[in-house]
């Protein structure tokens, strides 16, 4: 793996790692909070204040058997009196967690709901309220049933019946009705045992489970991802090595990826790049290939006039001028080239003039019949558009000579070449149209290309095929196009658009 799936799978992980530990975090606190802030096992509201003032005020003044009395005959809000012996004062059950809450709000600042009172015998009782959820659960055996079965003059056992009519359970048999009775301390609510049970014990450890579990996705979450990023990177890093090496071949359009992205148009974007180098490298070769074999026929007819010149001296006027016809035909290609390269290179940098395309048209249709006459063919020249163009007058009107003569040379004995103008409002259109053969179908593209000849091309026509190429360069250097279609009549249509001054 390389240091790009690192940085990407470290980024993606302390991005997952972060939220893990901040929602986990918010889990544990919002726990821990929870545990801390249960219910208070202690009544405090101003009804339980008014029952203990009203059991203070009784055991200070009336002793343990008023306040009995009192605790028993209360039907609600009933007061629990806790000994210094731990007993409460009609047997009920108390817990140690209630006991211990008692005994911090008496020793606070503030001891609302809890009071310490010496009865007049000397002995100290803690009174409190037990919360609504204990009051149920928390009672023994009917205390008062009991004291009624005692022989205690003067109770009677109707009225105290518990509040919700439940029958208490009855006593275990070999134990004692009161576990406090026992001296043993009372047992602790089973968890679940009821709607009063105490919420079950936080645990530390519960949080880290979840947690664990979540890094260990996002783990997982982050070598995917990065391995997901990293791969066409790879491959990108793979294709580049291979280019250098001269391994232009395709290799991310023949299996483009499902569900293409940024990275998938960057692999068929470097598909289409080593395409077109390896289209100019192509052309390159031909170009290479074409020159020499153009070069190559003249020298050799060059070579053959001067042996013949040699081996018959009385030819030697006829072989100077056939020597004399190959070396303007070399110049012509040599000068062609040289003016492909230069407009291919942009080294044309004359200055910019403003010019009128009529004009120009006239002076090149004018020469062109000229030179069509003596070859048994006709040029007419139809349309009266005219515009001011701005650039180079003497490489354009060399660009749409090298059109019409091209229109000239394929074009049948007795044939005709329109020139025709059109103007629109972006653009002046300069159509040439002869009645020669025609271009295939598929070369309509090509022929603009050096040293490019039609498969319908006459052998016996003159010429290097760098005509039209240069024509495209110029033309393309003018900021217009060039396009060639073939005519539902018969023959080739070549069209020029220049965009106007005022465009």
Not at 87 to 104: F, H, V, Y
Not at 205 to 222: C, H, R
Request: charged share 20%.
């Amino acid at each position: 793996m390389g240091r790009l799936f690192w940085k990407f799978f470290f980024s993606i992980l302390l991005a997952q790692v972060a939220a893990t530990a901040a929602i986990g975090g918010a889990v544990w606190l919002k726990a821990r909070a929870a545990a801390e802030a249960r219910p208070s096992d202690i009544e405090t509201g101003p009804p339980a204040e008014m029952s203990i003032e009203s059991a203070a005020a009784t055991l200070a003044f009336g002793g343990t058997d008023g306040l009995r009395q009192l605790l028993e005959n209360m039907p609600r809000h009933r007061v629990y009196a806790v000994g210094d012996d731990g007993k409460e004062l009609l047997g009920r059950i108390t817990t140690p967690s209630m006991l211990s809450e008692a005994q911090k709000m008496l020793a606070s600042p503030d001891p609302r709901g809890v009071r310490q009172v010496t009865a007049p015998d000397g002995q100290r009782y803690l009174l409190f309220l037990p919360s609504r959820r204990h009051q149920g659960t928390l009672d023994a055996p009917d205390s008062r049933t009991l004291l009624a079965g005692s022989g205690i003059p003067g109770l009677d056992p109707r009225p105290f019946r518990r509040p919700d009519n439940r029958r208490p359970a009855a006593p275990p048999p070999d134990g004692p009705a009161n576990p406090h009775a026992a001296g043993q301390p009372p047992p602790e609510p089973p968890p679940g045992a009821g709607a009063g049970a105490p919420p079950p014990r936080f645990r530390p450890l519960t949080p880290f489970i979840p947690i664990g579990a979540a890094v260990l996705a996002s783990l997982l979450f982050a070598a995917l991802l990065a391995w997901y990023f990293a791969r066409p990177i790879r491959a990108l890093r793979q294709a580049f090595d291979a280019a250098a090496s001269g391994d232009l071949a395709p290799r991310f359009t023949a299996k483009p990826r499902a569900g293409g992205d940024e990275l998938t148009t960057l692999g068929r974007d470097f598909d289409r790049m080593t395409g077109r180098l390896r289209a100019l490298l192509d052309g390159q070769k031909n170009l290479l290939h074409d020159v020499s074999h153009e070069l190559r026929s003249p020298l050799a007819r060059l070579q053959a006039a001067i042996g013949l010149a040699h081996q018959q001296p009385e030819k030697t006027a006829a072989s100077m001028e056939r020597i004399e016809r190959e070396s303007v035909r070399m110049d012509k290609l040599v000068g062609e080239l040289l003016t492909l390269s230069r407009l291919e290179a942009g080294a044309f940098d004359a200055p910019k003039q403003e010019f009128s395309i009529g004009e120009l048209l006239d002076d090149i249709v004018q020469d062109a019949k000229f030179e069509a006459a003596s070859n048994g063919r006709e040029v007419h020249f139809s349309g009266t558009a005219d515009a001011q163009l701005t650039g180079q007058p003497e490489l354009l009107a060399s660009a749409v000579e090298n059109v019409v003569r091209n229109a000239i040379k394929h074009s049948p004995a007795g044939g005709k070449v329109e020139v025709e103008t059109v103007l629109d409002a972006r653009f002046i259109r300069i159509r040439v149209m002869d009645s020669g053969p025609g271009v295939a179908q598929e070369d309509l593209g090509k022929i603009f290309q050096p040293f490019y000849r039609s498969s319908n091309t006459e052998k016996d026509v003159d010429g290097h095929g760098l005509g039209l190429a240069i024509a495209q360069q110029v033309i393309q250097q003018h900021g217009g196009r060039i396009a060639a279609a073939n005519r539902s009549g018969g023959g080739l249509c070549v069209e020029l658009s220049l965009p106007l001054l005022s465009a």
